[in-house]
């Protein structure tokens, strides 16, 4: 079965770019019917929709991180990736990577989470 | 964007026992509502879509129900292995919205 798997720099200094890979195992990313999709949790709070990418390039974000989001993806590698600029404390969380149906957007499955720690 | 209220945030319990775990829109979110379950360091799982459809390999103890902006999620007897997080999440406009949280302790 799909299975995904978040990789990335657990730390990242105030004001630089967070960076993210989320790896397809079990399936392939160039399925028409899904969006690869970033979640994150932020501590002591509940679970926010960061945005998705289709494989083929369309995106959609939350218009509270439009500004400083962009999803990609590398269908060669069956990987996409998060990036998000201007990094604060408050962009400190767990971020999940999810599968997210076309048709009817629950996210099913998920990646089991990275902690980001924004800090210098 | 529509806010999902979760009650209670915390709920007591001992294996066995029924729960009941309510969600709510400021909106009406159709039928346009998911159930997820989380353990910490545990990929998150979808439990139930569609409101009442349970995803593949969730037991029948879990069951959704609700319409418009009232939803819940019942567990008929809780088993050591469900005291977990519980989310609610609404589909039905963009941004996908989650609610707070229920924790089952």
């Known amino acids: 079965q799909v299975q995904l798997q978040e990789s990335g720099p657990g730390l990242v200094q105030p004001s630089q770019t967070l960076s993210l890979t989320c790896t397809v195992s079990?399936?392939?990313?160039?399925?028409?019917?899904?969006?690869w999709s970033w979640v994150r949790q932020q501590p002591g709070k509940g679970l926010e929709w960061i945005g998705y990418?289709?494989?083929?390039?369309?995106?959609n974000y939350n218009p509270s991180l439009k500004s400083r989001v962009s999803i990609s993806v590398d269908t060669s590698k069956n990987q996409f990736s998060l990036k998000l600029s201007s990094v604060t404390a408050a962009d400190t969380a767990v971020y999940y990577c999810?599968?997210?149906?076309?048709?009817?957007?629950?996210?099913?499955?998920w990646g089991q989470g990275t902690l980001v720690t924004v800090s210098s | 964007e529509v806010v999902m209220t979760q009650s209670p945030a915390t709920l007591s319990v001992s294996p066995g026992e029924r729960v009941t775990l309510s969600c709510r829109a400021t909106q009406s979110v159709s039928g346009n509502l998911a159930w997820y379950q989380l353990k910490p360091g545990q990929a998150p799982r979808l439990l139930i879509y569609r409101t009442s459809t349970r995803a593949t390999g969730i037991p029948a103890s879990f069951s959704g129900s609700g319409s418009g902006t009232e939803f819940t999620l019942t567990i008929s007897s809780l088993q050591p292995e469900d005291f977990a997080v519980y989310y609610c999440q609404q589909y039905n406009k963009w941004p996908l919205t989650f609610g707070g949280g229920t924790k089952v302790e």
């Open positions: 990418i289709h494989y083929s390039g369309s995106t």
């Open positions: 079990g399936g392939s990313i160039n399925t028409w019917g899904y969006y």
């Open positions: 999810a599968r997210e149906l076309a048709t009817d957007n629950w996210l099913d499955p």
